[in-house]
Nanobody
Framework: QVRLVESGGGLVQAGGSLRLSCAAS????????MGWFRQAPGKKRESVAA????????YYADSVKGRFIISRDNAKNTVYLQMNSLKPEDTAVYYC??????????????WGQGTQVTVSS
């Protein structure tokens, strides 16, 4: 059973930066495709970014392209989301997720508990 634990959320002013981390355990991290999702109040959960097993392929939602960077350290079993130029509309609970393929990461098998990101204007 894969366990995912996010950290790094908090309150930041618009234009600022945060880095989220997600530590994985219980599985073979280097075999999993990893993703970040978010859910704002009253809205559906949406995909933010995804990264392949090696880290060589990444995908981003249009809303975060050029501002967010997903990366992973397979030696530390950790995936990161560097968030720059934050906007109030980035306010949401951010979730880490894992699955076996980039083709199925949109409906991942494993989820973290989420971390709150609040961007003030």
């Amino acid at each position: 059973q894969v366990r995912l634990v996010e950290s790094g959320g908090g309150l930041v002013q618009a234009g600022g930066s945060l880095r989220l981390s997600c530590a994985a355990s219980g599985g073979t991290f280097s075999s999993d495709v990893m993703g970040w999702f978010r859910q704002a109040p009253g809205k559906k959960r949406e995909s933010v970014a995804a990264i392949s097993r090696s880290g060589g392929t990444t995908y981003y939602a249009d809303s975060v392209k050029g501002r967010f960077i997903i990366s992973r350290d397979n030696a530390k079993n950790t995936v990161y989301l560097q968030m720059n130029s934050l906007k109030p509309e980035d306010t949401a609970v951010y979730y880490c997720a894992a699955d076996q393929s980039l083709l199925t990461i949109a409906t991942p098998r494993y989820w973290g508990q989420g971390t709150q990101v609040t961007v003030s204007s």
